[in-house]
């Protein structure tokens, strides 16, 4: 029972079967779970902090499942995109600027993502990666903020 608790929060309710981009549509349900909801920065925290947690814990068990940061795995990229906002206006221009940058790093993975995501194993690399891309977006969109905003 507790397999199949950990298979729908790492695939994030089976949307990571969706058969192209399962990764991209993840980083969506973040998208469009902040346009509905538009959290105070505290809030978004304090709801990520338990996510993040809950997701690592589930993707460590289900990655023995499915293999190696599989792609059906995607509450990294839910979790990513979380921080890609975090202390960012959540206007519907900045959370837009924040799927794409955040889907940018994720994909191409420039370094340290990359290293991280080879020699940490378990739900741990799997979040660790997602995570680090969403830093990455974030500091992009803060000194746009900061130069433009």
């Not at 990359?114 to 020699?119: A, D, L, N, Q, V």
């Not at 799997?126 to 903020?145: F, H, K």
Request: glycine letters at 10%; charged letters at 10%; proline letters at 5%.
């Amino acid at each position: 029972m507790l397999n199949h608790v950990y298979h729908i929060i790492a695939t994030l309710g089976f949307t990571g079967y969706i058969p192209h981009a399962p990764g991209t549509f993840g980083t969506a349900i973040g998208l469009f779970a902040i346009l509905l909801t538009r959290p105070g920065d505290a809030v978004l925290v304090l709801f990520s902090i338990p996510v993040i947690i809950v997701g690592t814990v589930s993707a460590h068990h289900i990655e023995k499942v499915l293999g190696k940061d599989s792609g059906h795995i995607v509450i990294d990229e839910f979790c990513g995109y979380l921080v890609s906002v975090m202390f960012l206006p959540k206007s519907t221009g900045y959370l837009i600027a924040a799927f794409v940058l955040f889907r940018l790093f994720d994909i191409f993975k420039p370094p340290p993502i990359k290293r991280i995501e080879s020699t940490i194993s378990g739900g741990t690399g799997i979040m660790l990666d997602d995570l680090l891309a969403g830093v990455y977006a974030n500091i992009c969109l803060q000194v746009w903020r900061v130069m433009f905003g």
